[in-house]
């Protein structure tokens, strides 16, 4: 039995034993994060229903514009190559680097222009100095000269005046001085100054402007230069390469095309009118910057596209074009020509670095890169960032069923009341046929009647074969032909007889 002076202890070291084990970790608890930074590897494919930054609302894993459902990206591309890697890689700076310089382009023209218009303040500040300084100097020479006008012994009692028109002079404005030429000469003399401070700014940021610039210029030339030549190298093998990427392309995006839901929308006309232009642009060469007319970088060809249709919102720079467009974010699954594809290298909309245009049955129309030229291509759903849509779709028309014709045949003009081919031409009665005197050869006329019963020649015409042959003019037939016509079809074995008589 236990003592109860020991029951408290035991009970504090069950509990403290059982907690031990409660707390304890596992073996096969994950080990510790390293103390290292992680590789620059491949971006994650993520399919969980957490929403990324950059994604668009409702959609699976950050993987914008991915259906729910749909398949997932492949890890690290569709066609592994160490070729094609290093291609990507180039192609990626050479965006990125090209999509800096242009915002860096902006700001160099933008602090020149801020420049210009600094020198024409401090220049019309100078103007307005000068011409109070003049006025200032005409005010302190005519108090001089109405100085010298008094009597000597009043001189002593204006030399607080001199004094003061001296100050007037210099610009100074002494407690009892308000005259309106030294107030304008110190405001004009103050303007002048803050004048020349706003062109020291704007002479340094276009200073540090320009030196950024020729940096990063610097970088992408040498990188375009890299990736030229890497193309040169491996012409043959990256012709096979691009073969396969389109294939496994085509074959990923098969489920995106084949299930098309546009909800009974269809591409607005600025957008097709946005298409068309890109689409005549076929074979124009890249060039970083150029925004036509028969060169472009791949931003500039879509900027240049839409402005041709109407649409003059659209920014230059792509990642600043899916940033302006992005509240109108398109499933893959809904794409319509027009829309915009945006490629990025990571999970922020900050990394994007080229765009192409959707034109229909999972191709696009880009301007590729430094080498290339504009053409259509099969969408890169492996690096497909984002689809936006720069103009609002349109309802489709509505189709309506085409309408029943009858099957009612028409009637034939002439062969509805004659009898079938099979059966032999109505022919009057054999005491009304004259039997030719001639012989058949002789009638080189061919009758007035453009009857087929009146033909010489060896017609297939059903009232020649029912017709007694000319040879055997003496013979009878054996069967009278009247009594296999009715009377009703006297018109045409009338017509047909009387131009037997007459040919006769």
């Known amino acids: 039995m236990i003592s109860p002076v020991l029951r408290p202890a035991l009970w504090s070291a069950l509990l403290g034993a059982v907690a031990a084990m409660a707390l304890a970790t596992p073996a096969y608890a994950e080990p510790a994060l390293p103390n290292a930074v992680p590789d620059t590897g491949s971006r994650p494919v993520a399919t969980g229903g957490l929403r990324l930054p950059g994604a668009a609302p409702g959609l699976p894993g950050g993987v914008t514009g991915l259906p729910t459902g749909g398949p997932t990206l492949p890890v690290g591309g569709v066609v592994a190559s160490p070729l094609l890697a290093q291609i990507t890689a180039l192609e990626t700076q050479n965006g990125q680097l090209g999509d800096q310089l242009l915002g860096i382009r902006q700001q160099r023209d933008d602090a020149r222009t801020q420049l210009t218009a600094a020198e024409g ?244 129309v880009q301007a590729p890169s430094t080498g290339d030229v504009v053409k259509i291509s099969t969408v890169r759903w492996s690096g497909l960032y984002a689809a936006t849509r720069v103009v609002g779709a349109v309802p489709a028309p509505a189709t309506t069923p085409p309408p029943v014709t009858p099957t009612t045949p028409a009637p034939r003009p002439t062969g509805s009341t004659s009898p079938k081919p099979t059966t032999p031409a109505p022919k009057p009665s054999p005491t009304s046929t004259t039997v030719p005197t001639r012989p058949p050869t002789t009638p080189t006329t061919p009758p007035a009647s453009p009857s087929p019963s009146q033909s010489p020649s060896p017609s297939p015409s059903p009232s020649d074969s029912g017709a007694p042959s000319p040879t055997t003019s003496s013979a009878e037939p054996s069967t009278a032909p009247s009594s296999l016509a009715p009377e009703s079809s006297a018109p045409a074995s009338t017509s047909a007889s009387a131009a037997a008589s007459t040919g006769a």
């Open 121 to 364: 303040e401090l220049a019309r500040a100078r103007d307005a100095l000068a011409a109070a300084q003049q006025r200032a100097d005409s005010v302190a020479a005519d108090a001089f000269k109405a100085a010298a006008a008094l009597p000597p012994g009043e001189i002593a009692e204006d030399l607080e005046g001199l004094s003061r028109l001296s100050r007037i002079s210099r610009g100074e404005q002494s407690e009892d001085t308000t005259t309106a030429a030294a107030g304008e000469l110190s405001r004009t003399r103050s303007a002048e100054q803050v004048a020349t401070q706003a062109v020291a700014s704007a002479q340094d940021r276009v200073r540090r402007a320009e030196e950024q610039f020729t940096a990063v210029e610097k970088a992408l030339r040498e990188n375009e230069r890299k990736l030229v030549k890497l193309r040169a190298d491996n012409q043959a093998q990256l012709i096979e390469l691009e073969r396969q990427q389109e294939a496994a392309e085509q074959k990923l995006g098969a489920a995106y095309v084949e299930g098309q839901s546009t909800t009974g929308l269809i591409a607005s006309p600025q957008a097709l009118a946005a298409v068309r232009y890109a689409l005549a642009q076929l074979g124009d060469p890249y060039l970083w910057s150029a925004e036509g007319p028969d060169r472009f970088d791949c931003s500039g060809l879509m900027w240049a596209a839409y402005r041709s249709a109407g649409y003059y919102d659209l920014p230059r720079v792509s990642r600043d074009q899916y940033y302006a467009t992005r509240a109108r974010s398109v499933d893959r699954s809904a794409l319509l020509p027009g829309d915009l594809l945006f490629f990025a290298s990571g999970s922020s909309w900050t990394t994007i670095h080229h765009v192409g245009m959707y034109i229909g049955g999972g191709k696009m």
